[in-house]
C-alpha cells in the first residue's frame, strides 16, 4: 500500500530520520545487528534514510525495496556506494534468487503491506543460512491511535498485534532471538532463520 500524502510528507521530516537513527537501528544493534561484509536488503526503504546510515556501515552490499517511485527517486538522489533501489513489495521478493541476502530490515513498513505474513515466506528464501530479519514495526493498536489523530487511514487488513506478527514468523520458519516494545506500541524483533 502507497503512504497517503499526509504520511509521506511526514516520513520526509527530521523527526523520522532522528527517531530511525537514535532509537530504532540503536536497538536493533543492541540486537546483534551487525552489517560488516553482509549482503542487506531493506523493505520499505522510503527516501533512503535508513539506507544512508546502514551503507556506513561496511556493507557488501546494499538493496532497497519500495513501492512508491517517488520515495525511490528521492532515494537514487543520495548516490550511496554498494546501493541499489529497485521498486516492488515486501510480501513479493520474487525477483531475488534464493539465499541471495545476510540481513533483512523492516523500519516501520509492514504495517502497510496486506500480504505481511507472506513477507515471512519469502524472507526465509532469499535469505542465507544464518540469516536474520530485523524488524522496528508498530502495532494495530498505535496505528488505530495515530489514524484517530492523524487521519493517516491505513488500511485495516495490513494491521497486526506484535504477539500475532511474533507467532507468525515463528510459525513460518524463524526463531525469536530478542523482541522488545515500547509500551506495546512499536515492536522490536530479530528473528533467526531455522534451518530444516
Request: glycine share 8%; aromatic share 12%; charged share 30%.
Amino acid at each position: 500500500m502507497k503512504l497517503s500524502t499526509k504520511e509521506f510528507d511526514a516520513m520526509q521530516m527530521g523527526w523520522r530520520k532522528w527517531y530511525i537513527e537514535k532509537i530504532e537501528l540503536k536497538t536493533l544493534e543492541k540486537f546483534g545487528l551487525d552489517l560488516r561484509g553482509a549482503d542487506v536488503l531493506e523493505v520499505g526503504c522510503g527516501n533512503g534514510y535508513a539506507a544512508s546510515l546502514i551503507t556506513k556501515r561496511g556493507v557488501n552490499s546494499y538493496t532497497g525495496l519500495d513501492i512508491m517511485p517517488e520515495q525511490l527517486a528521492i532515494a537514487r538522489k543520495r548516490n550511496l556506494p554498494n546501493a541499489t533501489f529497485v521498486q516492488g513489495s515486501a510480501d513479493d521478493l520474487s525477483r531475488f534468487a534464493d539465499r541471495s541476502f545476510d540481513a533483512i530490515l523492516d523500519f516501520c513498513i509492514l504495517h502497510h503491506v496486506e500480504g505481511w505474513r507472506t513477507f515471512f515466506d519469502e524472507s526465509r528464501r532469499v535469505l542465507r543460512g544464518g540469516g536474520s530479519i530485523y524488524v522496528a514495526d508498530l502495532s494495530k493498536t498505535c496505528i488505530h491511535i495515530v489514524d484517530a489523530l492523524l487521519h493517516w487511514d491505513h488500511a485495516e487488513e495490513a494491521l497486526f498485534t506484535l504477539k500475532e506478527f511474533e507467532e507468525e514468523a515463528n510459525r513460518r520458519g524463524f526463531e525469536t532471538v530478542h523482541k522488545a516494545n515500547d509500551l506495546g506500541l512499536e515492536g522490536y524483533f530479530r528473528f533467526h532463520k531455522k534451518e530444516n
